[in-house]
């Protein structure tokens, strides 16, 4: 249970009992520190207000500072505020919420010794509450309300409010995305191309707010790299300024700065095609990676923010990560686009795994699959593994102890689409794969 935390009044009430001349003091102190004691220090924000899509969703990069071992809890939106005493700050009135911050946009990560850095994505559903409420006769802006707690529960909480004035999404409002979406000139859902063969062209659909330069890069992963990892597919603006440069980098295939105008949506080229690699079989996974840039409306001031010194750029800052664009390579015969036969593509047949490699089995996906059941067989015939799928997935990669598991230096598999009941709607036929230990 938190420790009772009197107020200043009843402070200055014993003041007064004790020495008359004090009680003005304590009740200056209280004024200044907002009702803190010196062990209390407010935790502060940059930036303080911002202007938001009263129409549609709205992301913004902020930093809280001067945490001093304060962790951050639950993010709420509301219309208006009350005093949150005990507990230090403003809380939002319960009878005027609108909503809190989702789970799948929280991305939120501590920043230098005593900072946090905040990614507040307003919901379009949170938008359209406040302007239904201006409608109504409220105010025309609301507040985002982040609570911080003491992990040792002596201290008491705090609650930091930063103010959402309601504008519409052109240039006074943070360049960020809202949408990306990756695609290649096809009807098909995924694309497999023979080796040697050029990729159609491919384009990154994009939603935004605000204004201001689009500068990044498309990169490849090859097959049997390491695939990026949710932190390396944000974009630079979402993470705190002490990690921008540490993700991953992948084959660069070309680099792009093209001006987003305020009218929040764009198609963007992808990269020469004749860049895109297909020498090799296997899956290849195109990148497209968002580099911060300078924006005035989303800048965050550390100093201001006690979080450290320097403005930190929040230009392009988004609250998800950016989903990749897989293409598969395998051998003649094999190009051509999902439809209603099911294809294994990779690995080929008759292909050789080496020792640590892991082992990822891809195919065509089917319309009539409401499940993929994906099985491997030892070379006695005794099955090693199966795996069940979701409709649309197109590739499965295998845990580590598949090939100690097979105890065999060879194996098959094959891909079955279940249709009602679990019954196999279609299936491929099994093809053999090498395993060196």
Known sequence: MRPLVPSSLQVAARARDLCPGLALLVVLLAAVTGGASPGHAQIQRHPTGVNVDAMG?????????????????????CGELIPASPDIGEKCDRGTLFGSLPLRFAQGRPSGQQGFTDIMSIPPSVARRAYQAALDGDESSFFYVRRFVDPQGIRPDQFVSVTCRMAGGGARVPLALLDVRLGFATDGAVLAVA?????????????YNGTGALVGRWEVVMPGEDPPTAADLLTEATLPVELRGTQRRYTELERFNVFLPPTGEIVLPGPDVRTLPTDRSGMYQVLLRIEASDDKEGDSDLAAAGAGAGVVPAGAVAGFPIPPLRYFVGGAGTVGVSGARLRALFPAADSL????????????????????????????????????LRPGSAMYRAPDWLQERAGADVVEWRVQALGVGGAVASETPWRTLRLER
């Open 57 to 77: 969703a709205t992301t913004v990069f902020i930093t809280f500072g001067n945490l001093e071992g304060y962790v951050p809890a639950e993010a709420l939106w």
């Open 195 to 207: 080796a040697g063969d050029v990729p159609p062209p491919l384009q990154a659909e994009i939603r």
């Open 353 to 388: 795994v080496t020792g640590g490699e892991p082992v990822t089995f891809t195919w065509t996906p089917v319309a009539a699959a409401l499940l993929y059941r994906v099985e491997v067989r030892g070379g006695d015939g005794a099955r090693v593994l199966a795996a069940l």
